[in-house]
Every structure is written in structure tokens, then in C-alpha cells.
């Protein structure tokens, strides 16, 4: 079983920063590709940000490149995202995902775990 919870949303202005980190109860999927989500109100989850197993490749969707850095510690079972220059359009809900593949894809369905979210606000 895969358990993910995420930390570290909060409310900042724009122009500040904030760090996401995911913890992964579950060993297994440090074999996994890993992802952040975000869900803004009335709308669909989008993709933000995807790790491969090992850290090699990331891609990022691209409002945020040069943004947001996502990372993970496999010794310590940890996804993090780390968000600088926040807009008020990256207001949402941060979910972040286990890939089903060592590799991170940008759609929903290459997903099969889900965290229960943490809210990220920013003020104008």
C-alpha cells in the first residue's frame, strides 16, 4: 500500500517561495517516476512537475519552468517542489502522484497513487 502526504502548502504574496515535500510510506515505489499535480477551482488538475526513479529527468509544465524545482531524497522516501516568483495563478491544491513507470509522464492517467492535497494560496 502507498501512502502519500504532502506538507508545506500555506499562504505567501506573490513573489515569495514555498517547499512541497511528499512523504511515501511505501518503499516500493522508490522504483517509481514521481509527480506534482495542482487544482485550482473550477478547474481540472493539471500537471506541474514529474521526477524519473532516479532523479535524472524532470520536466515541468511550462508556466513554471525556471519557477518551481522538483527533486526527491530516495534514502528518505521524499518528494519535494520547490516553488520561487509565485504568481496568484499558482493558487490551488498540490497533489503529488507515483508514477505507474520509473519514468514521469504529464498526464493523470500515468498515475496510479494519489496524496490528499495540500492548499497553496498567493496573494496579490
Known amino acids: 500500500q502507498v501512502l502519500l502526504v504532502e506538507s508545506g502548502g500555506g499562504l505567501v504574496q506573490a513573489g515569495g517561495s514555498l517547499r512541497l515535500a511528499c512523504t511515501n510510506s511505501a518503499r516500493t515505489s522508490s522504483n517509481n517516476g514521481m509527480g506534482w499535480f495542482r487544482q485550482a477551482p473550477g478547474k481540472e488538475r493539471e500537471f506541474v512537475a514529474g521526477i524519473s526513479w532516479n532523479g535524472a529527468i524532470t520536466r515541468y509544465e511550462d508556466s513554471v519552468k525556471g519557477r518551481f524545482t522538483i527533486s526527491r531524497d530516495r534514502t528518505k522516501n521524499t518528494l519535494y517542489l520547490q516553488m520561487n516568483s509565485l504568481k496568484p495563478d499558482d493558487t490551488g491544491v498540490y497533489y503529488c502522484?507515483?508514477?505507474?513507470?520509473?519514468?514521469?509522464?504529464?498526464?493523470?492517467?500515468?498515475?496510479?497513487?494519489w496524496g490528499q492535497g495540500t492548499q497553496v494560496t498567493v496573494s496579490s
Open positions: 502522484a507515483a508514477s505507474r513507470s520509473a519514468v514521469a509522464a504529464d498526464s493523470i492517467s500515468g498515475y496510479n497513487y
